[in-house]
């Protein structure tokens, strides 16, 4: 069966830090992979999708980037975090419905 | 351009009572269309979802959603609701085709159950 894993599951850093949040999927191949944010009291906004090796789809404009440098693993980074970077971080991968990891819980202080 | 709507915020039940959450869609084709919980710090997980045929779809937990596409809805229903359902509930729809499709969420409605 398919997992989808997340780490860390939790992290505090400062402003102006560097940021790494990785997701691996595993029981699949060629997943069409997505980063979705989700702030305090709000939604899910899609961040990032891709739907291969090297493809990025970016759906807002921000302080992040992406990265897809194998079939089953994706990266959202930052190379210098702002406060608004706060929140909690999914990500998921779809066949034709969309399974999502545990999360990433990120305060930027 | 794909919406989902979710017009309650936070609905508050009493345990055993009957629970209706509202979703209102708008897309040009026939929707796919989802309900996907979220306990507190945790991923969301698949209750529900519609593709085509039936209507009226069953899905886990003793959830159930009909889809109208005269009102253009989605509503989640559950006869009795349990104090375990409390939780946060999101609609979504899927938008655009192929490689391209992706998942638009509503804005969720946060349920809590009374003792």
């Known amino acids: 069966s398919q997992t989808i894993h997340q780490w860390p599951a939790t992290l505090v850093q400062p402003v102006g830090s560097p940021l790494s949040l990785e997701c691996t999927v595993e029981?699949?191949?060629?997943?069409?992979l997505y980063w979705y944010r989700q702030a305090a009291g709000r939604g899910l906004q899609l961040l990032f999708y891709?739907?291969?090796?090297?493809?990025i789809s970016s759906e807002v404009p921000q302080n992040l980037s992406a990265s897809r440098p194998q079939d089953r693993q994706f990266i959202l980074s930052s190379k210098k975090l702002l406060l608004s970077d706060s929140g909690f971080y999914l990500c998921?991968?779809?066949?034709?419905?969309?399974?999502f990891g545990p999360g990433t819980r990120l305060t930027v202080l | 351009a794909q919406s989902v709507t979710q017009p309650d915020i936070h609905i508050t039940v009493s345990e055993g009572a009957s629970l209706e959450l509202r979703c209102n869609y708008s897309?040009?084709?026939?929707?796919?269309l989802f309900w996907y919980v979220q306990s507190p710090g945790q991923g969301l997980q698949l209750l529900l979802k519609?593709?085509?045929?039936?209507?009226l779809v069953q899905g886990i937990k003793g959830f159930e959603a009909e889809f109208k596409r005269s009102q253009s809805s989605f509503n989640l229903r559950k006869p009795s609701v349990h104090w375990s359902d409390a939780a946060e509930y999101f609609c979504?729809?899927?938008?655009?085709?192929?490689?391209?499709?992706?998942?638009?969420f509503g804005t969720g409605t946060r349920l809590q159950v009374t003792l």
């Open positions: 998921a991968w779809r066949e034709n419905e969309q399974f």
């Open positions: 029981g699949t191949s060629n997943p069409n």
């Open positions: 891709s739907v291969g090796i090297g493809q």
């Open positions: 897309y040009g084709a026939t929707p796919y």
């Open positions: 519609y593709f085509s045929g039936d209507t």
């Open positions: 979504a729809v899927v938008s655009g085709t192929g490689t391209a499709s992706k998942l638009t």
